[in-house]
């Protein structure tokens, strides 16, 4: 946690916020924090700056606090992820907003296995809080758009090629010998398929949506991997 | 597992191999394979082919096999981590193989708890199967030299400038606003610092070893998002 992420419910006053529960816990515990001290925090949706901590204790963390900073600037970058399997899904949410992702797109595809939609990683307050990780990873403070796209084709062929619009939109799909695109015009539209792939038909319907096949070389990667080093390479 | 990589102690003649253990109870339980079925395989060390499965049950699986085609080259790299908190070492180093590193130097630093050196992972069994393991992912047979450095001047002193040698090093380093070399003389020697960073003088002592920062932006990742991210920026 490189910043104390601070919610609205969390204000006491508007220069001051009493945390509770794992922030608390982790500022305690991890950071060693003491009465006097200094954190980074920065306020959902807001600004960031420096916080002084007034009390740390088993019960809470207060602290009073000045936000004078811009967050970083998101990526324009829209992440379509074939749902990773419940175990990976919450590092690869996680890292999609750590990497600076404005929009995060979960996708159903022929290899994503139905039980995997029924994980309790799935509901709305389990990705919220893996987003705020990412964010607080790496001292973000805007919570990128998430979407989950439970139907393959009408997502695909309804919404996919507006969102693409007049940026670039891409298919990492191995074997095809598509090159990284140089001079990349934003915003970018970047799909990654399951673990095994995307099948044939997914892959022509990414493809006539206005996505480009971009191949990583021989290696297949885990999605995260595959993920970082991707924005790595584009941004 | 993309790829069933066999050990030599697997071989029950040069053309045959018997395996139980985890990659038994993978091929089984998530590739499902069958009696005459196919699989990527390889050699560790060696080549890379198909496999025909001719027994699976609990017991084993033994499959005939022919390798005639060279692993995907290692790329010219290596790279200088911060030993990580256990819990993130087994990622770190997985995915390290899996993108193809050719040396991994785990490296003591200031900000690197004493304890985690204690850590049953860094045992080399423990090592070993997480380098394996980023190899079948990614479809290698080649394993990274791996080297674990517990004192960092010594390493930093003595044995980093040669390393470095003729080529490109580069030390990961926020707020230093280094930009990614153009035209990257290969091999490329990257170093990145533990969570919270290099301290002053261990930044100083790696810039007068040869290195010159990078920096990645606002941005703070994790260790194995950062490395990822660099690798595909820089290869």
Redesign the interface.
């Given at each position: 946690m490189?910043l104390v992420l601070l919610l609205p419910e969390d204000l006491v006053a508007p220069d001051r916020a009493r945390l509770t529960g794992r922030r608390l816990t982790h500022v305690r515990e991890v950071h060693r924090a003491t009465v006097g001290g200094e954190l980074a925090v920065g306020l959902l949706g807001g600004a960031m700056g420096r916080g002084r901590v007034l009390r740390l204790d088993a019960e809470a963390l207060e602290l009073t606090f000045v936000l004078d900073q811009a967050p970083?600037p998101k990526l324009p970058l829209t992440l379509v992820i074939a749902l990773p399997r419940p175990k990976v899904l919450n590092r690869v949410v996680a890292?999609a907003a750590?990497?600076?992702a404005a929009r995060l797109v979960l996708l159903n595809a022929w290899k994503v296995e139905k039980a995997y939609w029924a994980s309790p990683r799935l509901r709305p307050e389990s990705l919220r809080e893996q987003l705020l990780l990412g964010l607080e990873?790496?001292?973000?403070t805007m919570l990128p758009d998430l979407q989950l796209a439970r139907l393959f084709r009408p997502f695909v062929e309804d919404d996919l090629p507006s969102l693409v619009g007049q940026g670039t939109g891409l298919v990492a799909h191995p074997g095809t010998g598509g090159e990284t695109p140089k001079g990349l015009v934003a915003p970018v539209t970047l799909a990654i398929g399951p673990e095994g792939g995307w099948i044939d038909a997914e892959f022509d319907s990414l493809c006539r949506a206005g996505l480009r096949p971009l191949d990583l070389?021989?290696?297949?990667?885990?999605t995260?991997?595959?993920?970082?080093?991707?924005?790595?390479?584009l941004f």
């Open positions: 490189n970083p890292a750590s990497l600076g990873q790496a001292r973000d070389g021989p290696r297949i990667l885990r995260e991997t595959a993920l970082a080093a991707l924005v790595g390479r």
